[in-house]
């Protein structure tokens, strides 16, 4: 029997068994780390990356899905008449989306390709309400406006430890990343409307600790929060930190914490730490 089936790249922050329970198809991303290439989930894990981008010679080039590892898992997740929904990560960081809009016009399977407009465990936020239509008997529709409805009601806040990384990669000039790492400056991100801005700057962790406990004040006079995940890039002592300040607001919500996938830790750099949650 024909049915809808999800497709997402590796950027989702999806839990395995989140992927086993749904039967998600992850198509991978790859980094390259001194001019090895290395397919996160299959050669590398979250996990292994940030010592290994410690270890690098120079800043890991990472790189989107080709085209044909699309074409591949439509090609085979439609041989039974199946539709597909294919999620991808926000296009201001990536061309992922791209690749597989490419790849859906290569493949007899409807496939209907859907930019999540964040990534990580906020995408993976979207993906599993989305399934849950699905599974329901609900539409391509359905699941799409079901997503739609979680990214409105979606919080995505990242702090950034240092600058180096986004200095390497080009994203912030040399001149203003040396002054910043000579000041000691952290700087807090939202992301929003698909893109990433920069809502706060400030000298040392101090100022850091004061924007969570707004972010987090915010969070206690808001809706409720249905989940609540904190990813980071070996950044342990805020992790351990935020989360226990989350708990002690929510303490019957459970807290997903991961390492974040190589290309958001290439980009953020060691040390960085995200909240994110979606409310009622």
């Known amino acids: 029997m024909s049915q809808v089936k999800i497709v997402c790249d590796s950027s989702a922050g999806l839990t395995e068994e989140e992927i ?3 039967q998600i ?8 780390i001194d001019d090895t290439i290395y397919v996160e989930r299959e050669t590398i894990t979250n996990d292994q990356f ?3 981008m410690k270890n690098a010679k120079s800043l890991p080039k990472t790189s989107q899905p080709p085209i044909g590892k699309f074409v591949d898992a439509f090609d085979k997740l439609g041989a ?31 496939v ?5 407009q964040t990534t990580d465990q906020g995408m993976a936020f979207q993906i599993v309400a989305a399934a849950k239509v699905l599974e329901n008997g609900g539409s391509v529709e359905d699941a799409i406006a079901k997503m739609k409805d979680v990214l409105n009601k979606s919080k995505l806040y990242l702090a950034i430890d240092n600058l180096d990384n986004l200095v390497a990669g080009g994203r912030v000039s040399k001149f203003a990343g040396a002054l910043s790492n000579l000041l000691n400056i952290k700087i807090m991100l939202q ?16 100022a850091i600790h004061k924007e969570w406990d707004r972010i987090l004040k915010e969070m206690a006079d808001g809706p409720r929060p249905v989940r609540i995940g904190i990813s980071h890039v070996e950044g342990d002592k805020e992790v ?4 226990a300040a989350v708990e002690e607001r929510y303490p019957d919500i459970p807290v997903v914490v991961r390492e974040t996938v190589p290309i958001i830790a290439t980009h953020t750099g060691m040390g ?7 409310t009622e």
Do not use: F, W
């Not at 294919?86 to 016009?105: L, N």
């Not at 209907?112 to 999540?116: I, P």
């Not at 960085?272 to 979606?278: G, H």
């Open 50 to 52: 940030p010592e290994m």
């Open 112 to 116: 209907t390709v859907y930019d999540s």
């Open 272 to 278: 960085a730490c995200c909240l994110l949650y979606y």
């Open 20 to 22: 086993k329970k749904y």
């Open 191 to 206: 992301v929003y409307g698909g893109q990433i801005h920069i809502i706060m700057k400030g000298r040392g962790t101090k």
């Open 25 to 32: 198809t992850i198509v991978p991303l790859t980094v390259m």
């Open 240 to 243: 351990n930190r935020l989360k």
């Open 80 to 110: 039974d008449g199946s539709e597909v929904l294919c999620v991808t990560m926000m296009e201001s960081i990536s061309g992922t989306v791209h690749a597989a809009e490419q790849a859906a016009t290569m493949t007899k399977t409807k």
